[in-house]
């Protein structure tokens, strides 16, 4: 799943294996989040009352491919979409079908990768088809804005858990000014990513500040919170791979590809 080429440094860092990237090899990221970017804008575009996840899945391949990448999760310990799209009560790694057909007032999350020359780019969405609740809508703001907070403290010099930290602080402000008690998934989160999707260090969207590596110049990483309208707790289907809440409550999922740098955060994938 990667190309030649790639000659990032793998640095121990507190235990982990991390691999730093160079700046150029920053830009080649770039390069691949701005695929899953486009991907994802499109998908926005097309998600809609009567479209079902396989046609969904069927246009961020060929978006995908026609940018001359490669879809990550295709295959990917034989996941069999190019997308996760994930309806509802799902939360993460719902596989496309013809049998889910979207319907006005759904909550769709789509989860989207590419590989291009050897490097990865991850992120997330989550879409209003239709009209939904405004219990939906603030949900899915809710999951925003812990990313987008958890993404503002990725700085030189921090900790790995202060994304935690803060990422658990805002999903728990939005709960109180939304008068909902939001289920925070701890069972999965966010992760390095470079020349593979899924790299050291483990980022959970839960934690004490001040623990895990700190942030260095080069690390990039995918922040990824996912809450629920309910209870935390989630199961996974038979089909080994969607993932949906015990209680069957509405879930919204968003991601960032970021890399930290002497500027501050910068998203690849915007």
């Given at each position: 799943m990667t190309g030649g080429g790639v000659r990032a440094v793998v640095r121990k860092l507190r235990?982990?294996?991390i691999e730093i990237k160079s700046n150029g090899e920053l830009d080649a990221m770039r390069a691949a989040g701005a695929v899953v970017a486009r991907t994802l804008t499109l998908l926005e575009r097309t998600a809609r009352p009567g479209v079902s996840t396989a046609e969904l899945n069927e246009v961020a391949e060929q978006s995908i491919r026609e940018a001359r990448a490669v879809p990550s999760f295709l295959g990917y310990h034989g996941f069999p979409g190019s997308i996760c799209a994930s309806v509802n009560h799902e939360v993460v790694h719902g596989i496309p079908s013809r049998e889910q057909v979207l319907a006005d007032g759904d909550l769709l999350s789509i989860d989207c990768g590419a590989i291009l020359d050897g490097w990865h780019g991850d992120a997330a969405v989550t879409i209003e088809v239709g009209a939904v609740g405004a219990s939906d809508r603030k949900l899915s703001a809710a999951c925003r804005s812990a990313l987008l907070s958890g993404?503002?403290?990725?700085?030189?010099g921090a900790r790995l858990t202060d994304i935690s930290h803060t990422v658990e602080?805002?999903?728990m402000e939005a709960g109180r000014a939304d008068g909902v008690e939001y289920g925070i998934v701890a069972d999965y989160?966010?992760?390095?990513?470079?020349?593979?999707?899924?790299?050291?260090p483990y980022l959970p969207n839960v934690g004490r500040p001040g623990r895990g590596p700190k942030l260095v110049a080069g690390m990039a990483l995918a922040i990824e919170p996912m809450l629920t309208a309910g209870s935390h707790l989630t199961e996974e289907l038979d089909d080994g791979w969607t993932v949906v809440t015990l209680d069957r409550s509405r879930a919204a999922h968003w991601e960032h590809t970021i890399a930290v740098t002497p500027?501050?955060?910068v998203v690849l994938t915007a």
């Open positions: 235990g982990k294996n993404i503002e403290v990725a700085r030189l602080n805002a999903i989160g966010g992760h390095g990513i470079g020349t593979s999707m899924h790299m050291d500027d501050g955060p």
